[in-house]
């Protein structure tokens, strides 16, 4: 018996949750059904062995990716939010080979990437880039500029020569800065600037999916917005797909147009960028959304306070994950095991909600009470 299997994460699940999950997965199309699925990911986990005592024994798992299900369509910019610790950037490389699964498939334009040999996987990884979150120590400081974007053309041996030097300064200048900069190193360039030549690094060898791990949040707002801009540029010249991962819905509205709600390793919603800021129907999202800063006063709505911290991966509460902190307090479902399944244009992981339960007006009620007692 294999490891994956010792620790499923299908455990506890009857036939038709696993029906419900298989059609979930089948309406992770919505709204686009008609678009071709570039990424499919199916039962995704990624356990971390705890090990502990003299011997060092491992004594039990943090599940920083628990069963974790989803579609990515190609063209598309899936955005992925969630606290701190939910499993995002672990996600993230798995997707980019930088983490082997613990279970679960990857399947890239249907070839399932966990099959393949390590030689084999080689010609899948250059479609799959990421570009990290902190410009200052993602690059290099002892490479120039040059010897940073021609690294995975050299690596990969896309490209030879003099056409790697040619590129590199045709990279510089789709990213907007001067190809006389390819000289310079990475200390002589301002945040925005590294982020730029990451992304450059990123196009290096054409990539067709790009993991975009919190690109922006490390850069000032003014920056923030150019450097989106470029991104959503860049994608339409190149016919890029993102995932792109942020902590807020706030930080992924102009550039998503599908999101993914992310909680304690597993997805609690999934929905068109309109259907989840108009009318978000997980308890979870629906404080997400409420926590939005809206300029406004006259359409500001009451923040929904959640109880407590994010639980401990290493021991989730049971059933429903995120029954610790809902606001719900009569959910008659709090001890079961929640899965997403399709309602309307969402997925999503409240069988209370899903069977009607949970309304908008339970919400604002929640809102209110909390507001009440600050
Ligand atoms: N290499 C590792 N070994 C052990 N645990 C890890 C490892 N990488 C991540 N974790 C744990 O997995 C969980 C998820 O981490 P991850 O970095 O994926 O979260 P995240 O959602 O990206 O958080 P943030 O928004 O802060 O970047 C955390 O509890 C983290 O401590
Ligand atoms: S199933 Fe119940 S406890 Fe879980 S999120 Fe939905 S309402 Fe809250
Ligand atoms: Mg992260």
Redesign the pocket.
């Known amino acids: 018996m294999t490891q994956s299997q010792n620790i499923s994460p299908d455990q506890g699940l009857e036939a038709k949750d696993q029906a419900a999950a298989a059609a979930a997965t089948a309406a992770g199309s919505e709204p686009s059904q008609d678009k071709e699925v570039l990424l499919s990911l199916k039962g995704l986990c990624k356990y971390?062995p705890i090990k502990s005592g003299l011997l060092n024994h491992k004594t039990s798992y943090?599940k920083?990716?628990d069963n974790l299900t989803l579609d990515i369509h190609k063209g598309e910019c899936f955005g992925l939010v969630?606290?701190?610790?939910?499993?995002?950037?672990?996600?993230g490389k798995m997707i980019a080979g930088l983490y082997k699964p613990t279970a679960g498939e990857i399947l890239y334009n249907g070839t399932n990437l966990g099959a393949l040999t390590r030689n084999e996987r080689r010609k899948y990884s250059r479609d799959i880039q990421m570009i990290f979150?902190d410009p200052y120590s993602s690059l290099n400081p002892r490479m120039t500029v040059e010897e940073i974007i021609s690294e995975p053309m050299v690596v990969n041996k896309t490209h030879h020569g003099a056409e790697i030097g040619k590129r590199v300064e045709y990279l510089l200048e789709c990213v907007g800065l001067a190809k006389t900069y390819k000289s310079r190193y990475p200390h002589e360039f301002s945040g925005g600037q590294r982020q730029r030549i990451g992304i450059a690094r990123a196009l290096a060898v054409s990539p067709r999916l790009i993991v975009c791990?919190?690109a922006v949040s490390a850069l000032d707002v003014s920056i923030q917005a150019q450097i989106l801009n470029l991104l959503d540029d860049l994608k339409s010249e190149f016919g890029l797909t993102y995932l792109f991962?942020a902590?807020g819905l706030a930080a992924v509205k102009h550039i998503s147009d599908r999101i993914g709600v992310?909680y304690l390793g597993s997805l609690v919603e999934v929905a068109p960028k309109e259907a989840i800021y108009d009318n978000p129907l997980h308890p979870y999202t629906q404080s997400l959304i409420s926590a939005i800063p809206i300029i406004d006063p006259s359409k500001r709505k009451d923040r929904i306070l959640l109880k407590g911290d994010l639980p401990s991966?290493i021991d989730p509460p049971a059933g429903c994950r995120f029954n610790s902190r809902c606001f719900v307090e009569d959910c008659p479902h709090k001890q079961e095991q929640q899965i997403l399944v399709p309602m309307g244009k969402h997925l999503i992981a409240c069988k209370h909600v899903s069977d009607g339960g949970c309304t908008k007006e339970a919400a604002a009620a929640a809102a209110a009470s909390a507001r009440a007692s600050a």
């Open positions: 971390f943090l920083a990716v969630g606290e701190s610790g939910c499993g995002k950037t672990t996600l979150q791990d919190e991962i902590h992310m991966p």
